[in-house]
């Protein structure tokens, strides 16, 4: 890694979303640290701007630590401009039916929340240094407000964490309510560091893990489609850059109008 390019870590980067963001990242010559349980594909392991791939289970806390510390020796003294908190689960019972209140095991609550809301965490705390040297920028400066873009947490939310949807899952809508609501505290606290903490909550994006059931949806979406990978990425890709400098603690939904209703 190097100082002279902006640097991202991203997790879940092997399909979807995650695959889209690394692309747009790469795309505008930023050096860039993934993870996933799933290797990345080959063509992409070609990319000069995809430093590493770590493979790693961010469900399991000891495989999360081994990540961090993987990545921090990859950095070196070099600065961390962003951090993408994109993996997440949404399970099924034994049944095939979403997990809900009333069926399926606490257990597998907790592990809904263990990725989808306490690992997110746990890498804003293990990167909070990297990200502060982007920050903070040269502490031997004069004070002066920080314009630049500084470093950034996005965090990939959802519609389902504010509204019900009939696919979601109350494990899954509830563990991303609490990620809104965790978006908000670290943007407080994080913002003694330099770095602002942003979310984004996707609606119906076409990907790979949408089926023939997601159609209906479509009739409920003012702008009658369904979003793409892509759109979900330059969202990101702008909270990240300097011009959105001044946006911290916030939401953006990007859902073609769906959650107005």
């Not at 701007?49 to 950095?75: C, K, M, Q, Y």
């Not at 314009?147 to 990939?156: E, F, K, L, P, R």
């Not at 407080?188 to 770095?195: D, M, Q």
Request: aromatic share 8%; glycine share 8%; net charge negative.
């Amino acid at each position: 890694m190097t100082d002279s390019r902006r640097s991202l870590i991203l997790t879940g980067a092997s399909r979807g979303i995650g695959h889209a963001t690394v692309k747009r990242f790469s795309d505008e010559g930023w050096q860039i640290i993934t993870c996933s349980r799933d290797p990345v594909p080959a063509h992409c392991e070609r990319d000069p701007n995809w430093t590493s791939h770590i493979p790693t289970d961010l469900s399991d806390p000891a495989d999360v630590e081994r990540f961090i510390g993987e990545a921090l020796e990859l950095l070196g003294d070099t600065p961390l401009n962003a951090l993408v908190n994109n993996a997440a689960v949404s399970p099924k019972t034994d049944f095939q039916e979403r997990l809900g209140c009333l069926n399926g095991p606490l257990e597998d609550w907790r592990e809904v929340f263990q990725l989808n809301f306490f690992t997110p965490l746990v890498l804003a705390r293990g990167f909070a240094p990297a990200l502060a040297r982007a920050g903070k920028g040269d502490e031997d400066e004069a004070a002066a407000p920080q314009t630049d873009g500084g470093a950034s947490i996005v965090n990939i939310t959802s519609i389902a964490g504010h509204a019900i949807h009939p696919f979601a899952g109350s494990a899954y809508s509830t563990s991303k309510a609490a990620l809104s609501a965790l978006t908000r505290e670290m943007a407080v606290e994080f913002a003694e560091l330099g770095v602002r903490v942003n979310a984004v909550a996707p609606g119906e994006i076409e990907t790979e893990m949408v089926g023939d059931e997601y159609e209906p949806l479509v009739n409920r979406i003012p702008m009658h489609r369904m979003g793409t990978a892509g759109e979900v990425a330059s969202t990101v890709f702008q909270l990240c850059n300097p011009d959105f400098s001044y946006v911290t603690g916030t939401e953006i939904f990007i859902t073609g109008g769906q959650h107005l209703y």
